[in-house]
C-alpha cells in the first residue's frame, strides 16, 4: 500500500545554522516519537543539504530533498543546480512545479515535465505540485486546471517512472494564506487525481501513488485532512519551520 508522507517545504528561510538548529531538533524528536511507518522528508535550501543528509544519517524516518532542480543534465546555466549534484549529496527527494515556481519563475507544464525527466534519470523522486489559483476555483475551472497540470507534467511517463513520482495537491488560495482547502474540498480533488492516474495507469499504479495535501496545513487541521481516505500525507510550509509543530503534523500517522 502506498506510503505515509509528511514532507516540509522551507522555501527560502532559515539561515545555515538556524537550519541545521532546527532539523537537529527535528530528528531527536522523530526518533523518540514517532512510532508509524510515515517518512518524515525535510526540503530544505540547496546551501543546507548536504548538511542535513549527514545528520540524518542512521535515522530511517526521515528523507531530504531540494526544492528545485534544472532541467539540463549539466552546462552552462551560471546559478543553477542539477539533478546530479542533488543525487550525489544523497538527497533522496525534490520539489518540482511548486506554485510559487509557476508564478514568479515562468515554469510551465511543458519545462516541469522536462525537470521531471532529468530528476527521474538521476534517480531522485519528485514531488510534483499542482493546484489551482482562486480564480480559476471560483470559474469552476479547476479540475480542468488539475487534469491539464497532469497530462502536460508527468503523464508522458510510462507506468514504472510514474510509480516513483508524489503528486502533491495545493491550491494556490491556500498557500500560505491561513486559509486551508476543507477537508471534503481536499478530499474531493485527490480522489479525482487518483481517478486520472487510474485511467492513464491502472487502478494498482493509482492506489500506490502517495497524493499529498499543501496549504495552510497545521498541527490543528492536519488530523481531519490526513482521515480522508485519498490524502496521504502533507505538504508543509510555514509549519515546517517550527520543530514541534511539523513533527506533530508527522505524528498523525503514528
Ligand atoms: P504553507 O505552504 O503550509 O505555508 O501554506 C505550503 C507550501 O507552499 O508547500
Same mark, same amino acid.
Request: charged share 20%; glycine share 8%; with cysteine.
Given at each position: 500500500?502506498?506510503?505515509?508522507?509528511? !514532507?516540509?517545504?522551507?522555501?527560502?528561510?532559515?539561515?545555515?545554522?538556524?537550519?541545521?538548529?532546527?532539523?537537529?531538533?527535528?530528528?531527536?524528536?522523530?526518533?523518540?516519537?514517532?512510532?508509524? &511507518?510515515?517518512?518524515?522528508?525535510?526540503?530544505?535550501?540547496?546551501?543546507?543539504?548536504?548538511?542535513?543528509?549527514?545528520?540524518?544519517?542512521?535515522?530511517?524516518? $526521515?528523507?531530504?530533498?531540494?526544492?528545485?532542480?534544472?532541467?539540463?543534465?549539466?552546462?552552462?546555466? &551560471?546559478?543553477?543546480?542539477? !539533478?546530479?549534484?542533488?543525487?550525489?549529496?544523497?538527497?533522496?527527494?525534490?520539489?518540482?512545479?511548486?506554485?510559487?515556481?509557476?508564478?514568479?519563475?515562468?515554469?510551465?507544464?511543458?519545462?516541469?515535465?522536462?525537470?521531471?525527466?532529468?530528476?527521474?534519470?538521476?534517480?531522485?523522486?519528485?514531488?510534483?505540485?499542482?493546484?489551482?489559483?482562486?480564480?480559476?476555483?471560483?470559474?469552476?475551472?479547476?479540475?480542468?486546471?488539475?487534469?491539464?497540470?497532469?497530462?502536460?507534467? $508527468?503523464? *508522458?511517463?510510462?507506468?514504472? *517512472?510514474?510509480?516513483?513520482?508524489?503528486?502533491?495537491?495545493?491550491?494556490?488560495?491556500?498557500?500560505?494564506?491561513?486559509?486551508?482547502?476543507?477537508?471534503?474540498?481536499?478530499?474531493?480533488?485527490?480522489?479525482?487525481?487518483?481517478?486520472?492516474?487510474? &485511467?492513464?495507469?491502472?487502478?494498482?499504479?493509482?492506489?500506490?501513488?502517495?497524493?499529498?495535501?499543501?496549504?495552510?496545513?497545521?498541527?490543528?487541521?492536519?488530523?481531519?485532512?490526513?482521515?480522508?481516505?485519498?490524502?496521504?500525507?502533507?505538504?508543509?510550509?510555514?509549519?515546517?519551520?517550527?520543530?514541534?509543530?511539523?513533527?506533530?503534523?508527522?505524528? $498523525?500517522?503514528?
Amino acid at each position: 500500500m502506498r506510503k505515509k508522507i509528511v !514532507a516540509g517545504n522551507w522555501k527560502m528561510n532559515l539561515d545555515y545554522n538556524e537550519g541545521l538548529g532546527v532539523f537537529s531538533e527535528i530528528i531527536n524528536m522523530v526518533k523518540d516519537e514517532v512510532t508509524g &511507518t510515515q517518512e518524515a522528508v525535510i526540503c530544505s535550501p540547496f546551501i543546507h543539504l548536504h548538511s542535513l543528509v549527514q545528520l540524518a544519517k542512521g535515522y530511517s524516518k $526521515v528523507s531530504l530533498g531540494a526544492q528545485n532542480a534544472h532541467q539540463a543534465e549539466s552546462g552552462a546555466y &551560471t546559478g543553477e543546480i542539477s !539533478a546530479k549534484m542533488i543525487k550525489s549529496i544523497g538527497a533522496a527527494y525534490v520539489i518540482l512545479g511548486h506554485s510559487e515556481r509557476r508564478q514568479y519563475f515562468g515554469e510551465t507544464n511543458e519545462l516541469l515535465a522536462k525537470k521531471t525527466d532529468t530528476a527521474l534519470a538521476n534517480d531522485l523522486r519528485p514531488i510534483f505540485c499542482i493546484g489551482e489559483t482562486l480564480q480559476e476555483r471560483e470559474a469552476n475551472q479547476y479540475f480542468n486546471i488539475i487534469k491539464s497540470q497532469l497530462v502536460e507534467g $508527468v503523464f *508522458h511517463l510510462d507506468a514504472a *517512472h510514474f510509480s516513483k513520482l508524489v503528486i502533491a495537491y495545493e491550491p494556490v488560495w491556500a498557500i500560505g494564506t491561513g486559509v486551508t482547502a476543507s477537508s471534503e474540498q481536499a478530499q474531493e480533488i485527490h480522489a479525482f487525481i487518483r481517478k486520472e492516474i487510474a &485511467t492513464k495507469y491502472s487502478q494498482e499504479v493509482a492506489d500506490n501513488t502517495t497524493i499529498l495535501y499543501g496549504g495552510s496545513c497545521n498541527p490543528k487541521n492536519a488530523p481531519e485532512l490526513f482521515a480522508q481516505p485519498d490524502i496521504d500525507g502533507g505538504l508543509i510550509g510555514g509549519a515546517s519551520l517550527k520543530s514541534r509543530d511539523f513533527v506533530d503534523i508527522v505524528k $498523525v500517522f503514528n
